[in-house]
Every structure is written in structure tokens, then in C-alpha cells.
């Protein structure tokens, strides 16, 4: 197959979304597959165009169109470099020759307009990889106005693109219910989460473990978050809790990442003088994930009640690779917590449950073993099931079903799981 990939990040950006495309284009590729990408010429919010126009890494062949004008300096400077993106990649698009697949995602938002047209245009089936579905997520956090002209819109312009697709793939079961209620057939809805690559990330014993020593957490049980402090994610309950466990010797934090909450964190534990219990780090290299979720003891993985199904956060799968518990924050009908709850390997509890989540941390602190054997059951269930090889499985099927290619592994109109 020639299989089309459409993002705004991609290789070298270190993006959730990012990393997710080049992993799943270089299966593609280690399959016989051609791959192509149109990407941004920008870092992710950042400024200028520093990547190269045109490259091929791991066998993939990646155009980079537009550059990044504003950054992040605010919401309608990234609608300005969004828009630019858009018209580059659909230039860029058109220009390309025929694929047989086009998989667009959600970065930015509505670019799967550029898939819907290729496959009036050209005939190329259209995926939509549903990462975010949108305007949902900013109505749902206060960013836009519930039934305003600009939200009535864009949630025309999104159902249009779920239901013209030949296959919208979600994330989670709370996902698929969303997308079921915008009127897309069954047939079309196809589960498939995101992973973490089980021989990319493997456990690292505590007592080796170079970021244990650099933040001098020593024997202590270190509760982390790692990843991105988004708009749709609950930092409160955690920070709280960590003003409640300050002085409980037994225990520290680490929030390590960036995102638009970041500066809300340091600013809460610089207020309530929480230097002392809590690191602070930025994003950390891909090469060392293991090294850094291994780091602790049991992670935070959290979701702002409404926001489920809108977003499924991607930082479960690294943390059940590393053989670490998760504690989610959040409603008990989303994917994350669904997945937690089914393997035994860790806890939720609702947004402002400050007692249960120091209540779950505190047990973990008394008994190591608890934690150990919740951490044992995270990475198994990794393996059995969510890891790498059988997501990029369910991918392969789904796309050489869809382009009619022999030897396909799955059936036509059967959701792949």
C-alpha cells in the first residue's frame, strides 16, 4: 500500500502525537508499506521553521510544509499558524500523487478536512485517527460557548468529517460512545488505543534508577506526573494531595512535563513552600523514558470530569511498560480508568477526592509489596494486551482491509479491538 499520514508534528518532535505517527508509519514500513507524512517545518510551539522541507527517516518520506509564525503566544495566533497549516498541507496533498489510504489526525484540529477531500478527489480511502475530538474538548473546559455560531460550526464540520470517513478509529470505549452519538454507523467505529513498545520501555530496578538519585528521593515513595498539563486534565486534586502527604517523610512528588498548567504547578509549590517534597522537571528525552517512569513508584494519570471520551490520555500505556501502578483522578467511565480497574494495576478516584488519593498513596507508602504486585500485574497486562505489537496488528488489518490488500487480518465492518 502507499499510505498517506497527515499531522501538524511529527519526527523529531517529542508530541505524544508525534511519537504515536512515527512509531505506527515505521511498522508500516517494516511491512512493505510506502509511507508518506506532511508535517509542520516547526517544533511544536515553537516559532520559526527549523526542519527540513523534505527528508526520509526509517524508510518514511516526510514533507514538511508551513512554519510556525506565533508559537503559543495565545489562542488566536495558534488559529493563525493552524490556518497556514492547513492551506501548506492541502497544497502539499494535492500535489503528492494517489494513495491508497490517507490517516488524519486531530493536529490541528480539522485537518481531517483535507482527508474527506482527497477521497472525493482522488479516491483515496480517508482514516480519521480521533486523538481529541473537537469543539468538544474546549466547550468542555470553558474555552468555547456551548451552542454559540462558532461552536455550532466546527461541530458540523467535525461530524461531517466522522461520517464521510471510510473508518474513524478511537481511542477508548467512552470514545466510541461519543462518536456513536454524532451519527456515525457502527460499522465504521473502530477501537484501537494507543501503546507503549514493551522492549522500548522496560522496567528499571529502583535501587539503579539515575533519576532516583539525582532528585535525592532515595528510598522514599516517589508519586509521579509525567507528561503533558493540558486544559482537559486536573492538576487540583493532586496538588492538594500533596500539600496534605508535605510532611510525611515517607513520600515525595515529581511533575515532570510542560503544557498550559505547568506554570500553575510550580506555582503552587512554590506558594505552599512544597520545594522541599515535590521536583519539578521539564520534558525529559525519549531515549530515557524508561529511566523515568520507572523513577516511581506509582504515577498520576488525570481527566477533567465531562472530558471523558473527548480525550483518553496516552500515559497510561508508558506507565503499565515501565511495571508501575497508575492512580487515575477522574470519572470511573473513562477508558483510563476502565483499564486500571480490569488489570488490578493501581486505583481512581474522583476530581477533588483529595482523601481517597491521599488515602491510595499513603497504602502504597505502608506496603511496598502492594505496590510491586500492582506494578507486576500493569506491565503483564501490557503485554497481553495493549502493548505495541498488537496495536500495530489491529492497524495493519484495518488499513489493508480498507485498501483491499491479501492476507489482511481482519474483517471487513468487524470493529478491531
Known amino acids: 500500500m502507499r499510505i498517506l499520514l497527515i499531522n501538524q508534528v511529527f519526527f523529531p518532535d517529542v508530541a505524544a502525537t508525534a511519537q504515536h505517527g512515527h512509531d505506527l508509519a515505521r511498522d508500516l514500513v517494516r511491512h512493505g508499506h510506502e509511507v508518506s507524512v506532511i508535517a509542520s517545518r ?19 518520506e516526510i514533507h514538511r510544509v508551513g512554519r510556525s509564525l506565533f508559537g503559543k503566544a495565545g489562542i488566536l495566533a495558534r488559529v493563525a499558524d493552524f490556518a497556514l497549516f492547513y492551506l501548506a498541507a492541502f497544497t502539499k496533498a494535492m500535489l503528492l500523487p494517489r494513495h491508497d489510504v490517507v490517516v488524519c489526525f486531530t493536529t490541528p484540529p480539522f485537518i481531517a478536512v483535507v482527508g474527506r477531500v482527497l477521497r472525493f478527489v482522488k479516491g483515496t480511502k480517508f482514516v480519521y485517527w480521533v486523538m481529541d475530538l473537537y469543539p468538544d474538548l474546549p466547550i468542555a473546559c470553558g474555552v468555547m460557548r456551548p451552542g454559540s455560531l462558532a461552536s455550532r460550526f ?18 477508548g470505549r467512552c470514545m466510541a460512545d461519543l462518536v456513536r452519538g454524532k451519527g456515525v454507523p457502527e460499522e465504521r467505529i473502530r477501537l484501537i488505543g494507543v501503546w507503549s513498545d514493551q522492549e522500548e520501555v522496560k522496567p528499571v530496578p529502583r535501587e539503579e534508577n539515575p533519576y532516583r538519585r539525582e532528585w535525592g528521593v532515595d528510598d522514599r515513595t516517589l508519586v509521579m506526573y509525567s507528561g503533558n498539563f493540558g486544559i482537559g486534565h486536573d492538576v ?28 500553575q504547578v510550580e506555582r503552587f509549590v512554590r506558594e505552599e513552600g512544597l520545594e522541599a517534597t515535590c521536583v519539578i522537571a521539564p520534558y525529559q528525552p525519549r ?42 483522578i477522574g470519572d470511573e467511565r473513562s477508558e483510563i480508568s476502565r483499564v486500571i480497574v480490569e488489570n488490578a494495576c493501581g486505583a481512581s478516584v474522583r476530581q477533588g477526592d483529595v482523601a481517597s488519593l491521599v488515602e491510595v498513596v499513603r497504602g502504597y507508602a505502608d506496603d511496598p509489596g502492594t505496590c510491586e504486585a500492582a506494578g507486576a500485574l500493569a506491565r503483564r497486562s501490557l503485554i497481553e494486551e495493549h502493548g ?3 496495536r500495530f496488528a489491529a492497524w495493519r488489518g484495518l488499513l489493508e482491509d480498507l485498501a483491499g490488500e491479501p492476507g489482511r487480518t481482519s474483517q471487513s465492518g468487524s470493529p478491531t479491538t
Open 287 to 328: 531515549e530515557r523514558l524508561d529511566e523515568l517512569l520507572s523513577a516511581a513508584d506509582v504515577h498520576l494519570v488525570s481527566l477533567l470530569e465531562g472530558v471523558e471520551g473527548i480525550m483518553v490520555p496516552c500515559k497510561l500505556f508508558g506507565i503499565l511498560a515501565a511495571g508501575r501502578p497508575a492512580i487515575f
Open 236 to 263: 487540583d486534586t493532586f496538588l492538594n494531595a500533596a500539600r496534605e502527604l508535605a510532611d510525611d517523610d515517607r513520600i515525595r512528588f515529581a511533575f515532570v512535563g510542560g503544557g498550559k498548567k505547568k506554570e
Open 42 to 60: 516547526s517544533i511544536y510551539g515553537q516559532k520559526g521553521a527549523g526542519l527540513p522541507r523534505q527528508e526520509t527517516v526509517d524508510g518514511i
Open 154 to 171: 466546527f461541530e458540523r464540520v467535525n461530524r461531517s468529517c466522522l461520517r464521510s470517513a471510510d473508518a474513524d478509529v478511537v481511542l
Open 388 to 390: 505495541a505489537v498488537h
